[in-house]
């Protein structure tokens, strides 16, 4: 039954998504805010068939610490195509950090550029930082909440990936908090896996780190605070309050 609610959500995912895109290219015409709104109802859309379909609930502890009035870097956890979703759900005017490559998907890419995500080319060296500090200043000045996963890719639960120093580089440049943020998604919707299992999905908000300290001192307590809730997520009685989305 697994397999086959899966595999209907499947279907109904890639086909719901290519019908975004195809409504939402002529938004492009528009102001950012309202592909912003569109995208807000995909997520949403996505996270009902996640429900209906494959038995997964939604949890997001400490949505108090979620910024939704101005600026800021979420530094998020990756376990699961899931994760690229939920923000636009989650915030007002999400910003993307994502892969290059990713941009360049026919009508996808476009909307994506539109809502500014932010590009970034993993083997460019320091020019390629450079150029992500560059445009996370720009982002930032626009009022946007800046979603990075400085593990740089999906990991597994309970694996634990380096973080990349981009999202510290980003931090000093712009002088805005970090929120950290740990989810279990990976255990329900497994990196580049088909079965989608039933359960409670949890996305656990962290308090703001406040910004002015020094790089190593924001990634040590950035990291700590997400493998620390993280290995909470794992535990089966780690059972964190918050509400349903």
């Not at 307590?221 to 290995?231: G, I, K």
Request: aromatic residues 8%; positive net charge; glycine residues 8%.
């Amino acid at each position: 039954m697994t397999a086959l609610r899966s595999a209907l959500f499947n279907l109904l995912f890639f086909a719901f998504t290519a019908l975004a895109v195809i409504f939402g290219l002529p938004l492009l015409a528009f102001p950012p805010g309202v592909m912003h709104r569109f995208l807000r109802g995909w997520a949403h859309g996505v996270l009902w068939l996640l429900r209906v379909v494959c038995g997964i609930r939604l949890r997001v502890t400490g949505a108090e610490n979620l910024p939704v009035h101005g600026p800021a870097i979420i530094a998020a956890q990756h376990q699961s195509a899931f994760d690229t979703v939920v923000w636009h759900a989650l915030l007002p005017r999400p910003s993307y950090v994502m892969k290059e490559e990713l941009m360049r998907i026919p009508g996808w890419g476009a909307m994506a550029r539109h809502v500014h995500s932010i590009p970034v080319d993993r083997e460019g060296g320091a020019s390629s930082l450079k150029r992500l500090v560059r445009a996370a200043r720009e982002t930032a000045a626009l009022g946007y909440q800046i979603v990075i996963f400085p593990e740089g890719t999906r990991s597994a639960p309970g694996e634990r990936q380096p973080w990349q120093p981009g999202f510290a580089a980003m931090a000093a440049a712009t002088a805005l908090p970090v929120v950290p943020v740990a989810t279990d998604s990976g255990r329900l919707w497994g990196r580049r896996a088909f079965t989608k299992r039933p359960g409670l999905l949890t996305v656990a908000v962290l308090p703001p780190i406040p910004p002015g300290l020094p790089r190593a001192e924001l990634m040590a307590r950035a990291e700590s605070a997400v493998a620390e809730a993280s290995a909470n997520l794992e535990r089966p009685a780690g059972e964190l309050g918050g509400l349903k989305a």
